[in-house]
């Protein structure tokens, strides 16, 4: 059974919501639920096209609810962190008086029990409301609408956009060939697997040759030097986003290792200005310390355990016109 | 391979920009579907599947955005498929898409590409959600150092293309850059980003979106007789390779030439630089003009710098290059390959307007993606055979 590690992506998209969607957003922070018309339909939410045929609408905006009944429904027993409530709660098909189509929303009935198809609900607005379909708090049973707080009032400016933070949680499964050359790296070792058909080796625990489609394996491994030369480089100037975590141009070289041809592709340097670094110098690995480890890596490949990066070792550069075109 | 003429009859994209702000996804594109649509005298009834490509979900955060935008496409009760081949999947589009109508499985398809980078962040997303993100100019910066060292090409050759594709896309209305001031001396002066690349030697980031119409042999004949001349499919096809392992060359990727050739032979293709009148090449940083140029057999290798130098690849040029100005003008990065496939096609069909090639018959159209790895390629022509 592989180790498993565990990764959270998370980013703070913003989306532009269009004049449809937007002109919705808008009117929920006036605590008004807007649908569509389209013939003698009226959807709810609006939408820009015709769901059947992709047809343009006429941006036919009518008011509808806020009471509604209760089209279908199921019971959450146990909501996530993601759930709009904390609390047990329905989640239910709501048809909004004057609409035919119904609204996916949550309703607070405490109660399976009191949960019912053709039962009425009104929504709970929320007192601070942004323009998110999340300004209802979620329903409530019965046909009188509350507010959650204090009521803030409407958007002063029409609602454009809409902020929407999505989080992933991955669990990457570390191949065993990827853990042996963790272990390895706490003994400064650089391990490598050299592919019995075509004889390349790769540096680090890749598990297969992308060449030959050979599974590679504790059989194959190789010891690397921990010694090379910088073959090529990149300085990055980084551009801001949220996570970054560098401020100033940073460099990721390319290092031929000694004794072989395994070039090790975009690694940090270490001691190196990125005014400093060229074609030809001689640098060696730097390793940390055991207090440094960590759980990350593993999963996207190019991980070497405890190796951190490079910094030059005073020997002087080595001149080959080919140096610079040695890149993977 | 015996398979069912192809021919582009209609096709449409946004005015690309930093930021759409004004629509929302399936606004965006269907701007660009109903523009192409609008093209082939069609509407969405005449579509009989649609193929929806765009870089990974990461960059706007939706997961499967082609079951999201079905409705906004016409695709409901149809075919809808989604491609993803990173920087390169706009060609890729285009390339499933023509497949379909090749094969004879769909008489019809609408081929979609787009991205929408304002919702998100690209270096973000091509860091893999980590900090110290590389971003391709990055990535890709020594490949460019070791293209410029093998050639000894000058530097003001990666100038040179910034300045030309800019100037380009001054006649090309929906082009993101509009720099009526650009010059040598303003590339040369602009902030070194990733060293040897400069600012304005790289893409914008843009929202956009690109759609084409493929249909049939009868479907591109009927388009002719009507007087809107198709662009019939002389030769289409996808290559990759892995992105590491020793003696890889990412300046001359066996992919990329792989690529080419099998193009070539499809099209009776025997001598690009003569035979092929213009070329959309997917150059989103200035130098890969000239990489472009070599791997894909249009140049000798070393020899495409001179090509630039010289004003080959100018407007007016033996072998003008980009000429709607671009990735380097406008970057909506799913859409970008299937601008050049675009642009290819209404060249070859008289279409592109002010910065139309006069008299091109035959166009090449090329992309890239990932860690120049993957690459789409299609050559597009006036006739069906030009070549026999």
Redesign the interface.
């Known amino acids: 059974m592989a180790r498993l590690v565990e990764s959270t ?3 703070p ?9 937007g002109a919705f957003m808008t009117a929920l922070t006036e605590m008004r639920i807007l649908g569509t018309r389209s013939g003698d339909a009226v959807l709810v939410p609006p ?9 343009e609408l006429g941006n036919d905006l009518v008011e509808v609810g806020p009471s509604g009944t209760v089209e279908s429904w199921t019971w959450v027993p146990n909501p996530s962190a993601q759930h709009p409530l904390a609390q047990p709660f329905a989640f239910a098909f709501i048809r909004l008086d004057g609409a035919t189509t119904p609204l996916l929303h949550a309703v607070d009935a405490g109660s399976p029990n009191a949960m019912s198809v053709g039962a009425r609900v009104a929504p709970r607005w929320r007192g601070e409301r942004v323009g998110a379909i999340t300004d209802i708090v979620c329903f409530v049973l019965g046909e009188s609408a509350e507010i959650e707080g204090t009521d803030a009032g409407p958007a002063s400016e029409p609602v ?2 809409m902020d ?1 933070e ?1 989080s992933i949680t991955y669990r990457n499964p570390v191949p065993v060939s990827a853990d042996r050359v963790i272990e390895a790296s706490q003994e400064h070792r650089l391990l490598g697997q050299k592919c019995p058909v075509c004889e ?3 540096a680090g625990g890749r598990g297969y ?3 030959d489609a050979v599974e590679l394996g504790e059989g194959h491994e190789v010891d690397l030097s921990d010694v090379g030369t910088i073959t ?8 801001q ?6 401020t100033e141009p ?1 460099v ?1 070289a ?1 290092v031929l290792l000694d004794g072989s ?3 090790l ?2 690694q940090p340097v270490i001691e190196l200005p990125a005014t400093d670094v060229r074609v030809g110098q001689r640098v060696v690995a730097v390793w940390a310390s055991p207090a440094e480890d960590s759980d990350e890596g593993g999963a ?1 490949g190019g991980t070497y355990g405890r190796l951190i990066g490079w910094m030059p070792n005073g020997e002087p550069d080595i001149d080959d ?1 080919d140096l ?2 040695r ?2 | 391979m015996s398979s069912i003429p192809c021919a582009v009859v209609g096709v449409g994209q946004t005015h690309h920009k930093s930021r759409r702000l004004d629509v929302s996804f399936g606004g965006l594109v269907r701007e660009a579907v109903f523009r192409a649509l609008d093209d082939a005298e069609m509407t969405l009834e005449d579509i009989d599947a649609v193929v929806l490509g765009k870089a990974p979900d990461l960059f706007e955060g939706v997961m499967k955005p082609e079951l999201y935008l079905s409705d906004a496409l016409g695709a409901v009760g149809k075919p809808m498929f989604r491609v993803h081949t990173a920087g390169s999947v706009g060609g890729t589009t285009a390339i499933v898409a023509a497949s379909h109508v090749q094969a004879g499985k769909h008489r019809t398809v609408l081929a979609v590409a787009f991205e929408k980078q304002s919702e998100g962040n690209a270096q973000f997303a091509l860091g893999s959600g980590k900090g110290a993100s590389l971003g391709a100019g990055g990535a890709f910066a020594p490949f460019i150092r070791s293209y410029i060292h093998r050639s000894g090409a000058p530097e003001h050759i990666g100038w040179k293309v910034a300045v030309k594709d800019r100037l380009n896309a001054l006649k090309n209305p929906y082009a993101h850059l509009q720099i009526a001031d650009i010059s040598i001396e303003k590339v040369r002066a602009s902030p070194m980003m990733w060293d040897p690349i400069r600012f304005l030697e790289s893409c914008p980031s843009s929202d956009g979106a690109c759609a084409v119409v493929l249909t049939d042999e009868a479907g591109g004949l009927a388009a002719a007789d009507a007087g809107r001349p198709p662009a019939w499919l002389l030769g289409a096809s996808s290559r990759s390779e892995p992105p590491s392992f020793p003696g890889r060359d990412p300046v001359r990727p066996a992919a990329a030439m792989v690529c080419a050739a099998d193009v070539y032979a499809q099209a009776g293709i025997t001598n690009p630089r003569e035979q092929i009148d213009m070329a959309e090449l997917y150059v989103p940083f200035s130098w890969h003009e000239a990489i472009w140029l070599e791997a894909f057999g249009i140049a000798e290798e070393g020899d495409g710098w001179r090509m630039i130098d010289d004003g080959s690849t100018e407007l007016g040029g033996s072998f003008p290059v980009n000429c709607s100005g671009g990735v380097l003008s406008s970057n909506p990065i799913g859409a970008s390959g299937l601008l050049r496939f675009a642009e290819a096609a209404n060249q070859v069909r008289g279409a592109a307007g002010e910065h139309q090639v006069d008299g091109a018959k035959v166009a090449l159209a090329m992309a890239y993606g990932a860690n120049s790895q993957y690459f789409s390629t299609w050559a597009v022509g006036a006739e069906q055979r030009p070549f026999g």
């Open positions: 992506i998370t980013f998209y913003r989306r532009s919501l269009g004049p449809v969607v939408m820009e096209w015709d769901p059947r045929t992709g047809a454009t956009r929407y999505a390349r080796v790769y040759c992308p060449i090529n480089f990149s300085i990055v100037t980084p551009v986003y949220p996570g970054q975590t560098e940073f990721r390319f041809d395994v070039i592709s975009y996207m016109p610079v075109n890149i993977f």
